[in-house]
């Protein structure tokens, strides 16, 4: 039979047409005719078979080719298959025969009938499996989508009809398209499968995250398409989503937060190296007071507090620029796009004149008092943490000039930095080389003379064999953190000294005084630090007496009376060291459980003055002694001052006058001296 140009003649298509079987003529692997019950089971109309490929429409015909199948010249004969027919409602086993009628024009005739009952339980149960599986699935065979299942028109919208004979990469978002395809090329190719992660379009336009599985279908022992899943994962990309905002944001005032602000502040000045006139800088935020707001109207105040400033940031500040709360009642902000430190003062002016009004928190009326440095990147900021470190700097420069202000940083701040870097690469040193010793300055009693202890103090022993004192270097190691650390190496020290002269002068009732920073009192471990130092040194806790300053306690008296306690609890004694440096509350004194008061120096000076000074030193006096506390004069340097105290009734003193700091074998000398002095005027 010959197929002519535009399919067979009228008589020929007549005649096709009444056969009962499914009959297709096919030219060079495309399908050029399809009787009438051919159509009638793929559901089709009479023009919609045309030019459509064989492996289309007998799906499994070829199996195992990778390109569309057709016959080469001079090949013959007849051959039975089993395949499967591609309806618009799916999919039908079909059987029957494929037969070469002209090998030199490629062209063949396929007649073939729908599979009888017994043949069609597998493929009908497979496609009872695959309509009743969750996932979205498609098949497609030589790039045009066969089948797809009900799950898939749950999800994507689109009915079987208005899929099947397409192709599912048009359904690609076009942004990614040509990326996407390279991609699923490449993995076919290398691997035979894939699984990705992508977004696709619903017939609603919809974008659904989805995650998309390709695996080969093998028929006859050859790849005949690809079998496509598809998993809804936009639930579990909303949680990671929430996750890695959480992850990067502020819970409280949904601000970003100091590792995003970080990550931003990284790509600013990269591009300012690129683009030199897109420079960038930091304000550096602190709210001054908020600890005593906390601690009056209680933390949801104070939370009420860092959300309403959060708000009034991101009214105030350009698009281009990103606050974020850094933790406490610290914040930060990123400016670009500006020329000069000018502009820094100009946004950080209009912050401070918003955040001056009142804010209305629990019924009461509150001003944020904020203080601002502000640090414009320079050539020597190659990293965030240099502009962060001088923004911060700024900060405190403009709380130590009342609060409520911006300080730009400068020339003169930045000479001031390097030498704090200076410093702090030498108490670093310092600290590795272990260059510091402890020597004792004596304790007195006034009204005798005895040695009643020693205040352990901090000496660096230069590598010259120099001996300098450590007070240069305290205040870096308070600023950088080391100061924990010093104090518990010091503790260890001064309490084997101690044991040693416990050891070695019989009899002797020293009491050895440690001074204890405020880092090194407020940090978490520091009572655990003291009992590990009792436990391996083995002294009498009631021999050591630890120095607290004036002004760690006001900065949290309420905590500070927490920790006291928890000192009393380990045995050991307590002193408040520099009393009356900022006039604290006379309360301290009957709230907190101190052995000791340490009048500072300049207390010493006014004991020696006449009228109000005098009075003021009589009247702590007074307090100290009707509360049961002892009182310890401290900067005696004068036969006056010696005079003066012991008058009015100071038990204990030390100072220049008495004695100077002195080495372990100089102080262990002058105690066993004092021990038997005592002992000789009994």
């Given amino acids: 039979m010959n197929l002519p140009e535009n399919a067979n003649s009228v008589q020929q298509r007549e005649i096709l047409d009444a056969l009962p079987a499914l009959v297709f003529l096919e030219r060079a692997g495309k399908i050029v005719f399809a009787n009438a019950a051919a159509r009638r089971a793929m559901g089709v109309a009479d023009a919609e078979w045309v030019q459509r490929p064989v492996e289309e429409v007998v799906w499994g015909l070829f199996p195992g080719a990778a390109e569309p199948h057709s016959l080469l010249p001079g090949a013959t004969g007849t051959s039975a298959f089993h395949a499967t027919l591609a309806c618009k409602g799916g999919m039908a086993p079909l059987e029957g025969t494929y037969c070469i009628l002209n090998p030199e024009l490629r062209e063949g005739i396929i007649v ?140 409280l005032t949904g601000l970003p937060n100091r590792a995003l602000f970080y990550d931003r502040l990284q790509l600013a000045l990269s591009r300012r190296t690129r683009r030199k006139d897109q420079g960038c800088g930091v304000l550096f935020l602190d709210l001054d007071g908020f600890k005593k707001l906390n601690d009056t109207l209680g933390h949801a105040a104070g939370d009420m507090l860092l959300i309403a400033v959060a708000q009034k940031l991101r009214a105030v500040l350009r698009p281009q620029d990103t606050a974020a709360r850094f933790g406490g009642d610290e914040f930060g902000v990123l ?243 520099n009393f009356g440096s900022n006039l604290a509350p006379l309360n301290h004194l009957v709230r907190l459980p101190i052995d000791v008061v340490k009048m500072d120096p300049k207390l010493t000076i006014a004991a020696t003055g006449i009228g109000r000074q005098l009075a003021l030193v009589e009247s702590l006096i007074h307090v100290c002694k009707s509360v049961g506390v002892q009182l310890l004069a401290q900067g005696i340097e004068t036969h006056e001052q010696l005079r003066v105290w012991q008058e009015l009734g100071c038990e204990l003193g030390q100072g220049y006058l008495l004695a100077h700091a002195l080495e372990p074998a100089r102080a262990h000398s002058l105690a066993a001296r004092s021990l038997r002095a005592i002992t000789s005027n009994v």
């Fill in 112 to 251: 073939a009938n729908l599979a009888t009952r017994d043949r069609s339980a597998k493929p009908r149960l497979m496609e009872d499996v695959l309509a009743s599986i969750p996932e979205a699935v498609a098949i497609v065979g030589n790039g045009r989508v066969l089948y797809i299942n009900p799950a898939f028109t749950h999800m994507f919208g689109f009915q079987p009809e208005e899929v099947t004979g397409g192709n599912l990469r048009d359904f690609i978002v076009p942004e990614t398209r040509q990326h996407e395809n390279a991609m699923l090329n490449k993995l076919l190719t290398e691997q035979g499968r894939a699984c990705v992660e992508t977004v696709r379009v619903t017939k609603g336009g919809e974008l659904l995250d989805v995650a998309m599985q390709i695996a080969p279908l093998m028929v006859n022992g050859g790849v005949s398409g690809h079998v496509m899943t598809y998993r809804d994962i936009g639930e579990r990309k909303q949680v990671e989503a929430k996750l890695q905002h959480d992850a990067m944001h502020d819970v």
């Fill in 335 to 577: 400016v670009e796009n500006i020329t000069s430190s000018t502009d820094m003062d100009t946004i950080a002016q209009r912050l401070l004149s918003e955040l001056d009004r009142p804010f209305d928190i629990l019924g009461h009326r509150v001003r944020a008092v904020v203080s601002i440095g502000a640090a414009m990147a320079g050539q020597e900021h190659d990293s965030p943490d240099l502009l962060l470190r001088d923004a911060d700097f700024a900060m405190y420069r403009a709380k130590q000039e009342g609060g409520h202000r911006c300080e730009i940083f400068d020339r003169q701040m930045k000479l001031h930095v390097t030498f704090q870097q200076e410093r702090e690469r030498e108490l670093r040193h310092v600290l590795t080389k272990r260059e510091f010793e402890l020597w004792y300055q004596p304790v007195f009693r006034l009204s005798t003379g005895r040695v009643e202890g020693f205040e352990s103090l901090l000496r660096w022993r230069r590598a010259d064999g120099s001996i300098d004192s450590f007070r240069d270097l305290l205040p870096v190691a308070e600023d950088t953190g080391l100061s924990v650390s010093i104090g518990r190496d010091t503790f260890e020290i001064a309490c084997r000294q101690l044991q040693s002269w416990m050891a070695t002068i019989p009899g002797n009732s020293l009491i050895m005084s440690m001074n204890v920073s405020q880092r090194q009192f407020f940090h978490d471990d520091m009572i655990g630090q003291l009992r590990r130092v009792l436990e391996s040194t083995a002294v009498d806790p009631s021999r050591l007496m630890l120095e607290v300053a004036e002004s760690t306690i006001n900065e949290s008296p309420d905590r500070a009376l927490a920790i006291f306690q928890r000192m009393v609890d380990c045995g050991v004694r307590i002193a408040i060291d």
